[in-house]
């Protein structure tokens, strides 16, 4: 049995008060209460202070190139099912840098939990807008203020077909710990799109300016499409903190019929066996 | 023996039907053949025509005469009449167009009305194979159950062809049955009829190969619609990636997590998946990629051949961290230097790039059956008893290479890959002595990967005078000029890469004091190979014989380069 401090690996090299300081904890406490050993979890990054995630949580960890998360995590899905892959990354390496992949990969639907630390801006190099900061903000490159809207995540991941839609908020960690469980339990891509203040960086979006809007709406039916986006599309005065959305349909793995049972990489192979193949061209 | 045919038409024509069919059939009677296909980059329109070359051993390259001429349409004719052969025939389809007055070589065969009369107008390339039948000499029987394999549970779809076939055949007949006849092979044995990417695809299957991630690029494609096939026979899953870079990101992914895997692309598709190399030298997961090379820049000539991309592909990635680059000479060794290829990813844990280029890729040839026995499977897995616990992925060791195992594989045990330069354990590092020994245990892997690489094939004069020097697809024409070479009373030779890099140099060394000329042969403007040579060896190769018109050499063009420098 693993407890949430033998989840944690190594101290971190982020600022204190920072955000994603309560993710991970929340992160290991969901691994533990979800009774899962470190080898049986995969988590795949990119570059950022998100994507340090997996130097501080002991389990698998493909720490990757800025943008391209998803795809190692795609390509370990196939190559063993059993696997719980967990793609933690934030809101620059997701939407800006890996843009194509989050839209392809919500389509393909494979069986992974992804966690965006959405603080609107790039931390690692220093204060810049991201894809989703909001207009007017003003950055060392932004001098007279973002000009365009920001990304909404949330909105595209349902218009593009996602099955599990969530936002939380590194302020309410136990929702947070609660919504990772719930993801990384669903049968299919699921996403959380979490709120996460950068205390060095972002001076807008602070901890006070979250907690003064950030609120828990009653969601009557998560297969509701309509009501999620409504949802989604909240922001403002009010955010709205949830899962949105929750309705399962077939994963990308599960249409490979071959990959059922043992998975791929441990299989055995013969070359032998495939000499067969020759047929086609005599 | 040696028939010459060129079929040629607009694209869209469906060319590669009648090739296929009259290929397999000509290897199932016995015949040697290769079949090379000159297409351009449109689905519709434009001029596209195949060479398919008859011999009684599989010949190495096409000939410019040609013997037997199908034009599907009139620009054909005009395009290749002063090729034609004084003695040779043009299959016509004189339902849609006329030759001139004073052409006496035409064979008038009404190609669209009889296969409308058969069933469709689709069939007009049956109706051209059995034409192209009769004029050989050869029967129907073959090509008729090749059509009832290819339209198996179409029996309606087979039947028609027949007729389409039979129709061809017998208005053919009526005029030259059997003009351009070829004599049977006693060698009955069983031959494969098979392309570049065909191959490549076998062996990676072969290999054990169980993703491939791609983003459709030709010349490549072939290799992934190879195994896409084979979807559901061999657990091989085959995904077509958003774009390149996730396609070799997917690949690392499967490959850190235990399977082997495979990327393919050409020149440009390769330019986007280079940070993905130097990620795959960093975290030292193996990886095959596959370049099928065409003319650059940028989108170049899109289905014609170079090999322009050696320097490119040998300097790749940025940073420093060791890398294995391998070709073929021809379709055989293509079948077991794949296979290699997987071998040194997995023993080095490093990426390994194949080079083909679309000249190789789109070539069919008549082969034997490969050796599966020849054929290498080992993982290089480390065992539960090989490690030291924790697990490290990182390991230092004496060769560089850290024991691998399988995330998930040995319970409690994690593995950590990391992109940023990292220790033992895989976890971020910025301290200078770390850093260096990582860089050293990373660049060590190179002393044992040279000793693995196999010198380049010599072939000719064993004490030559004049040396070709050569890599990959240019085997065959350069074989044939050096045997037109000593046909000529030179004392020729042939020294051809496979393994490219690291460089192989001792054959190379011993071959180039002896010598009095040293040319090299490659399809690009810069001698790229003769660069890498100087650079690593110092050695000067005297004269450079290059093409980069987008076209495979022919041994004519060859030959008379050398006599004119000689």
Known sequence: MFKAEDYMSKDTAWCPGCGNFKIREALAECLAELKLSPDQVLICSGIGQAAKMPHYIKTNGFNGLHGRALPPALGACIANRKLKVIVESGDGDTYGEGGNHFIHNIRRNPDLAHFIHNNQVYGLTKGQASPTSDPGMVTGVQTGGVAIPALNPLSLSLVLGAGFVARCYSGEKEHLKETMKEAISFSGYALIDILQPCVSFNKVNTYSWYNERVYFPTIKDQKNWSDAMKLAREWGDKIPLGIFYKNPRETFTSSFKFLEGEPLAFRSFDPLDTSVAQDDFF | ?566
């Open chain 2, 1 to 566: 023996m040696d028939v010459n045919i060129l079929v040629g038409g607009a694209a869209g024509q469906g060319m590669d039907t009648v090739m296929n069919l009259l290929g397999k059939t000509l290897v199932r009677e016995g015949f040697r053949i290769i079949y090379t296909k000159d297409y351009m980059s449109r689905v519709r329109g434009g001029h596209n025509f195949s060479r398919l070359r008859i011999s009684s051993q599989t010949p190495w390259t096409t000939n410019e005469t040609i013997d037997l001429l199908v034009a599907l349409n009139k620009e054909t004719y005009d395009i290749h009449r002063s090729n034609l052969a004084p003695s040779g025939r043009i299959i016509y389809d004189s339902g849609l167009f006329q030759l001139p007055d004073e052409e006496d070589r035409g064979v008038p065969v009404e190609l669209e009305k009889l296969a409308v009369e058969a069933g469709g107008k689709i069939m007009s390339n049956t109706v051209a194979v059995g034409a192209l039948l009769a004029m050989l000499g050869l029967e129907t029987e073959v090509a008729g159950e090749l059509l009832v394999e290819m339209f198996s549970g179409k029996e309606g779809v087979a039947e028609e062809n027949s007729t389409a076939l039979k129709a061809g055949y017998k208005v053919a007949s009526s005029h030259c049955r059997a003009c351009f006849p070829v004599t049977r092979r006693a060698d009955n044995s069983k031959k494969m009829f098979i392309d570049g990417n065909q191959v490549l695809g076998m062996a990676a299957l072969a290999s054990g190969c169980r993703f491939l991630s791609a983003y459709p690029m030709t010349p490549s494609t072939g290799v992934m619609n190879y195994l896409a096939s084979k979807n559901g026979k061999f657990p091989v899953v085959v995904e077509q990636a958003e774009d390149e870079i996730a396609a070799i990101n997917m690949a690392l992914g499967a490959s850190y997590a235990g399977v082997r895997s495979m990327t393919c692309t050409s020149g440009g598709g390769f330019s986007l998946m280079v940070e993905g190399l130097s990620l795959a030298g960093m975290i030292e997961t193996p990886l095959v990629i596959i370049v099928a090379m065409r003319p650059g820049p940028a989108t170049g000539l899109p289905t014609r051949t170079e090999q322009g991309d050696l320097n490119f592909i040998v300097h790749a990635g940025h940073g420093e961290f060791p890398r294995a680059v391998l070709c073929a000479t021809s379709h055989e060794d293509a079948f077991y230097r794949l296979n290699k290829a997987f071998d040194l990813a997995d023993r080095f844990q490093i990426p390994v790039i194949y080079l083909s280029d679309q000249h190789f890729a789109d070539t069919h040839r008549s082969l034997e059956p490969f050796d599966y026995n020849r054929l290498v499977y080992n993982r290089y897995f480390a065992t539960e008893q090989d490690i030291e616990k924790p697990y490290r992925r990182y390991t230092l060791t004496d060769s560089g290479i850290s024991p691998r195992i399988i995330p998930g594989k040995f319970s409690g045990e994690v593995v950590l890959v990391d992109s940023d330069e990292h220790d033992q354990d895989g976890h971020i590092i910025e301290d200078g002595q770390t850093r260096k020994k990582m860089v050293e245990k990373r660049m060590k892997k190179n002393i044992a990967l040279s000793a693995e690489m196999d010198e380049p094939d010599l072939y000719g004069d064993p004490q030559p005078e004049l040396l070709l020097i050569g890599w990959g697809s240019t085997y065959g024409v350069i074989r044939e000029a050096v045997d037109a070479l000593s046909a000529l009373g030179k004392k020729a030779a042939m020294l051809q890469f496979s393994d490219l890099w690291p460089l192989p140099q001792k054959r190379l060394k011993s071959l180039m004091s002896q010598v009095d000329y040293s040319f090299c042969v490659e399809n690009n403007v810069t001698g790229q190979l003769a660069e890498i040579i100087h650079r690593e060896t110092g050695l000067v190769i005297d004269q450079k014989i290059l093409k980069y018109d987008g076209r495979p050499f022919s041994s004519n063009e060859i030959v008379e380069e050398v006599e004119k420098r000689v």
